[in-house]
């Protein structure tokens, strides 16, 4: 069942609409503070900013397709010590919200007082990649208007082409436009807290519309569509970097920066192991393992630092592509992580961000599961 | 006159649970069970103590293999390490798998106290089996 509103968008202005919305929060109290993209001045970039005075939204772009940093990390910062006192709206694309969702469950983010505003997601450009698109004249309402094309925007990034969820899963509101005409744009209650808020705005909420219904049913077909290309893209990668040759040959120019780690939001931990004085060794530690292959590459244990994190955060894995873009040498980690990730939560049954109740597959088991793992 | 060829003897690290496989491997020698040498032992406190990092350290630093003894379903010291173990084994073999990499070096067994020769039993199996895979190829690529 769903529950939603339609959004009047006038003369086609999308953005307007959808900040108008948002001003509309602040206006009927729902909202104290926002955490919302917002135009940078240097017309080179949209940066998340959290805000108190409803005037920033004058420069609010949420569909601008550019993502610097995965929200759910800035949640982290801001949440973990204390939750917010006041109510405070976030507004976040789909991999944003599952990230959050997993940060929740590893008690890294606070939810009390937060209302989640989740949107459709036509996909982002790469930081470095968004001036090329400011330069064309072209704004985010050209962006959404030319439809929902993640296979075919080639300037897209990587995790963006092979998204499995371009639509919220948990979000309390959602900004719907996926399968609808061009400048048309519901919002949707998936919550009790969600709707209430659209009730305040004076929102008339219809049960089953049309409208929601045309959208549910692009849903459905975009999920047949997407896991057929992820299919081949997998098979594709698998032989690209199969084998441990072809997989060190993948690393070959990773300076083990560690960037990856810092820019992914669902490597909680607040102090790698691999910073840790695990790693702090004495030379003679250093030689000795020289010594027992004849030379090892240095800095040492780099596809070690990689396949462990694979091992520690792969069944959380959203898919933002975070770490891609992190990367100084363009090392496809999104295509790795995914690949591996897929596949384990495939094997766990598990859906990174689908519900907070789920339980994170390594704080859990079952006693009859995997036998064949201590039997053969 | 063709050389011998020598017979490849391949490297096992064991992490092994102090309170079962461990005293396993201390019955196996006082029975004087008879079984290779080729398992250098690590005793934990118990097999859910043993994170993927450390074997993936061994079987990137040189081992052809690795073994995880633990306690049998049920009789984990600490209840239910052995369960969680057994999720971070699988783990690390599915991500093998999707790599393309040897998942069969990775050997997850649960071996009581009492079971010495079954320990030295399955000790003749893993260094039988590994020695048929030949070297692993992480064991000696220095570009890892
Ligand atoms: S591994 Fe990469 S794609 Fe996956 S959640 Fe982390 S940053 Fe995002
Ligand atoms: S960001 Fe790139 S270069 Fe830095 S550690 Fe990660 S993979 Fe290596
Ligand atoms: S104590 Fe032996 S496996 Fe936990």
Redesign the pocket.
């Known amino acids: 069942m769903t529950k939603s509103a339609t959004l009047e968008v006038k003369d086609g202005k999308i953005r307007q609409a959808i900040n108008g919305f948002l001003k509309d929060l602040f206006a009927k109290k729902v909202v104290k503070a926002m955490l919302v993209p917002l135009a940078h001045p240097a017309g080179t970039n949209v940066v998340q900013a959290l805000i108190s005075d409803p005037a920033n939204l004058d420069n609010a772009d949420v569909y601008a397709p550019v993502m610097p940093v995965n929200s759910a990390k800035i949640l982290q910062a801001m949440t973990r010590l204390t939750p917010t006192d006041r109510k405070t709206a976030v507004v976040l694309r789909p991999c944003e919200m599952r990230a959050v969702v997993e940060l929740i469950k590893l008690k890294q983010v606070q939810p009390d007082n937060l209302i989640f505003i989740g949107i459709d997601c036509p996909g982002a450009y790469s930081v470095k990649n968004y001036p090329k698109f400011v330069s064309e004249k072209k704004t985010s309402d050209d962006f959404v208007k030319a439809g929902f094309m993640w296979a075919d925007d080639a300037m897209l990034r990587a995790g963006c082409q092979i998204c499995e969820y371009p639509y919220p899963l948990t979000a309390d509101i959602s900004i719907g436009m996926l399968g609808l005409e061009p400048g048309k744009v519901i919002l949707q209650a998936d919550t009790a807290q969600g709707e209430a808020a659209l009730k305040t705005l004076g929102f008339s909420i219809d049960t089953d519309s049309d409208i929601a219904k045309k959208r549910q049913a692009a849903l459905t077909k975009l999920a047949a569509d997407v896991k057929e290309r992820r299919k081949k893209f997998f098979a594709k990668t698998k032989e690209e970097i199969g084998g441990i040759e072809k997989l060190t040959k993948v690393f070959a120019s990773c300076i083990k920066c560690q960037n990856c780690r810092q820019a992914c939001p669902v490597c909680y931990c607040r102090e790698c192991v691999f910073i840790s004085p695990t790693f702090e060794l004495e030379s003679d530690k250093y030689l000795r393992q020289a010594e027992k292959k004849g030379g090892i590459r240095m800095p040492a244990d780099t596809l070690l630092f990689h396949l462990t994190r694979m091992n520690h955060m792969g069944n959380s894995c959203v898919g933002c592509g975070a770490c891609e873009e992190a990367c100084p040498n363009d090392i496809p980690l999104l295509k790795l992580f995914q690949l591996i990730g897929s596949e384990a939560q495939e094997l766990f049954g598990y859906v990174p961000g689908r519900n907070v109740e789920e339980p994170l597959p390594a704080s859990a088991f079952r006693e009859k599961e995997f036998e064949w793992i201590g039997e053969k | 006159m063709a050389e011998k060829k020598e017979q490849f003897e391949p490297k096992i690290i064991g992490f092994l649970?102090n309170?079962?496989t461990a005293s396993a491997a201390d019955l196996a020698g006082t029975t004087r069970a008879q079984y290779p040498p080729n398992m250098h032992p690590i005793r934990v406190m118990?097999?859910?103590t043993v994170d993927p990092m450390y074997v993936l350290k061994a079987l990137l630093s040189g081992a052809d293999s690795v073994m995880i003894g633990?306690?049998h379903p049920g009789d984990?010291?600490?209840v239910s390490?052995?369960y969680k173990?057994r999720r971070k084994i699988a783990m690390l073999k599915q991500i093998f798998k999707s790599l393309g990499l040897d998942e069969n070096r990775i050997w997850l067994r649960w071996i009581s106290a009492s079971e010495g020769p079954e320990f030295a039993r399955f000790i003749r199996q893993i260094t039988e089996e590994t020695r048929k895979q030949g070297p692993s190829p992480m064991a000696s690529d220095w570009t890892v």
């Open positions: 649970c309170w079962c118990c097999s859910g633990g306690c984990c010291h600490y390490g052995n173990a």
